[in-house]
């Protein structure tokens, strides 16, 4: 049994027994883990408050061989991203990421791009007032991290650029379509813009500060929305219960 410490963030907690809690984390070193944190419910506990949901923590913990659910042993706020509690669109935009990222993760898993990709956006998401740039910027980066990369530039049917004044987006196929091949497949297709996948470009390779530049009007936010939410639906294979408030 080895006892490792690495960085964290809280996806996730829920009851375990009278005093104690299972938790979701997201880790530097090891991806996606499930960790027992004894008697972190009781009042005196050093745990306590140390497992709020978004935290990110230092923690250390006995990784068992046999069982996927670890025990943590220590756990030390590095950054409880206070900046996301005064906002309820922070909140809400925040547990959604948690919720794509535990839903489109695997255990033990090492990813330590991804976890740098979901600590700089929590980061960046503390202080933003262009909460829906920030959300699309993590969304894009994110499937492409996870190799759900989706074609923005290219028909993914006959692979070349659209020419049309329509430009639609097939959330099956994984990318855009031109007029011509999004009508052999009317009711795969989404009706999207030039400006929100110029927009989504930008985004995608742009560094998170980067994407500070990219101003988006309320209809590419809209048309975005049509686009990228039914992607990540797609590709999780279910809907994140917090994204009907993003």
Known sequence: MSI????????????YSNTSLIVTLFTEKFGLLSGLAKGARRQKSPFLGSFDRLNHNEITFYRHTRSTLHT??????KNSFLGLRESQDRMYAAHYIA???RGMTREEEPHPELFNLLVNTLRELEQAD??????????????SEVGFRPELESCV???????GQ???FCANEGGIACELCAAQMPAQVTLTSKGALASLIALQKRRLSEG??????PLVISDIKRLIRPYVVAKMEREPKTMKFV
């Open 4 to 15: 490792p410490t690495t960085d964290a963030v809280i996806l996730n907690q829920i009851e």
């Open 166 to 168: 329509r430009i639609y």
């Open 99 to 101: 919720d794509i990222v």
């Open 157 to 163: 049917i006959c692979w070349q650029k659209p020419q």
């Open 72 to 77: 943590i042993s220590e756990s030390k706020i």
């Open 212 to 217: 500070r530049t990219v101003r988006l009007s």
């Open 130 to 143: 262009d909460v829906p740039r920030v959300l699309f910027q993590f969304e894009i980066k994110f499937l």
